[in-house]
């Protein structure tokens, strides 16, 4: 056609093209990236804890694993877990429910108390107990007269427990809460329902697969807490160790593999945690 001006070899790329171009480089440099580092900071660690679990052979391995210290360790971190996940589950459902349905003074206060563990290191967590319930502190000779004994024993590695644990399933919940409104809650109680009844038949369904989430997590954290149980546990061998302190005395025993062997029955606990928590989530986003 006249006046038409024909493309030629050296023309210009479509600004189009060459955009869809450039996004798909920087798509596969960003999961290359992120391919390098969980190979770095996550596979490969777990690589080693399997390899170094089993260098000696699996004699070594079951008898670190079935050693009675070890076994003591186990039961101690299951009994933990079993105390506190449920308290923790209680608690975060019922600041939840209060956080997102209700209005009340203090409430920005309840979300700052609930976060505090976020913010305060294990250790910290651990020595305010030792403050408060120790030998020297401000109850321990109350305590000491009746013959109760917190630090060093199963209570004290309940509570720093609790402590450390008791943000993750209210977190979870509130802002889930909040999404959902309360508009289906206030229907039921203008015909009629009453509070008990709102929560069975309505709040809680609604909730169930992030509840689920955030026990899951709970329990994660709370087989695997080591820097405020380290510090009110006493190291007591048999007694009041949980597995991660079990695996720490054993590596400074130099006793490598079994340290390993032990350490792998947390990879096991973790993978399975991580199995339900991927699936919770995707039943949480339906």
């Known amino acids: 056609m006249a006046g038409s001006v024909p493309m030629t070899s050296g023309s210009s790329m479509n600004p189009r093209t060459r955009s869809m171009k450039e996004t798909s480089w920087v798509k596969w440099a960003l999961i290359g990236l992120a391919a390098l580092v969980l190979l770095w900071l996550i596979v490969l660690p777990l690589i080693v804890v399997i ?3 089993l260098k000696q052979g699996w004699d070594v391995f079951l008898a670190a694993i079935v050693d009675p210290d070890a076994m003591s360790a186990l039961r ?9 996940v449920p308290l923790n589950t209680i608690f975060g459902v019922a600041a ?49 007269s009746h013959n109760i004994q917190i630090i060093f024993a199963l209570p004290g590695i309940i509570l720093a427990t609790l402590f450390i644990t008791f943000p ?12 959902q409104g309360q ?6 109680v203008t015909l009629g329902a009453k509070g008990w009844t709102v929560f069975w038949k309505i709040t809680l369904p609604n909730i169930k697969w992030g ?11 709370a087989m695997g807490e080591f820097g405020a149980v380290s510090v009110v546990s006493g190291h007591i061998r048999g007694e009041t160790n949980t597995l991660p302190l079990h695996v720490e005395i054993l590596y400074n025993e130099y006793q490598f593999s ?5 350490a792998s029955l947390l990879l096991v606990l973790a993978l399975v945690t991580l199995v339900l928590k991927g699936w919770f989530a995707r039943k949480n986003a339906h």
Not at 110 to 138: K, Q
Request: charged fraction near 15%; hydrophobic fraction near 55%.
């Open 51 to 53: 390899t170094e679990a």
């Open 76 to 84: 101690l971190t299951l009994l933990v877990a079993v105390i506190t």
């Open 96 to 144: 939840a429910w209060a956080i997102t349905k209700f209005r009340f003074r203090g409430k920005q206060f309840l979300i700052t108390l609930i976060d505090l563990p976020f913010a305060v290191s294990p250790v910290i967590g651990g020595m305010i107990y030792v403050l408060v319930y120790g030998e020297h502190g401000w109850l321990g000779g109350w305590l000491d």
């Open 168 to 179: 993750f399933v209210a977190r979870e919940l509130i802002p889930l809460m909040e999404d």
């Open 183 to 188: 508009q289906e809650e206030e229907a039921a």
């Open 211 to 221: 509840l689920l989430y955030g026990v899951i997590l709970c329990n994660a954290r």
């Open 258 to 262: 079994a340290s390993f062997a032990v």
